[in-house]
């Protein structure tokens, strides 16, 4: 059974940085596009960055463009959200999930993804 377990979060000031990271267990990650997500209180999760299964296509939110990179390390099984010049408005719960046959086009969609993590706290205190 696929696992993710996300790590990373935390309380950071504005403008600070943090990198999370997303390992994945029973599975080997080369076979999934990764997605990160994030969720804050009273609103819908929100697609934040996605990599495709060799790396080789990343997109991003307009929101996070030029602030966040998504990376991934196949051979350690982990994907990182790398987060600079953090805003209040980022403050949320941070989700990777797994897609193993969703179209590129689609991985900015919750419903393209099969497995997910259990989140991990982002707080931006300004």
């Known amino acids: 059974q696929v696992q993710l377990v996300e790590s990373g979060g935390g309380l950071v000031q504005t403008g600070g940085s943090l990198r999370l990271s997303c390992a994945l267990s029973g599975g080997t990650l080369s076979t999934y596009a990764i997605g990160w997500f994030r969720q804050a209180p009273g609103k819908e999760r929100s697609f934040v960055a996605s990599i495709s299964w060799t790396g080789g296509n990343t997109v991003l939110a307009d929101s996070v463009k030029g602030r966040f990179t998504i990376s991934r390390d196949n051979a350690k099984n982990t994907v990182y959200l790398q987060m600079n010049n953090l805003a209040p408005e980022d403050t949320a719960v941070y989700y990777c999930?797994?897609?193993?046959?969703?179209?590129?086009?689609?991985?900015?969609?919750?419903?393209?993804?099969?497995?997910w993590g259990q989140g991990t706290q982002v707080t931006v205190s300004s």
């Open positions: 999930a797994a897609a193993n046959f969703a179209p590129a086009l689609r991985l900015y969609q919750v419903s393209s993804y099969d497995y």
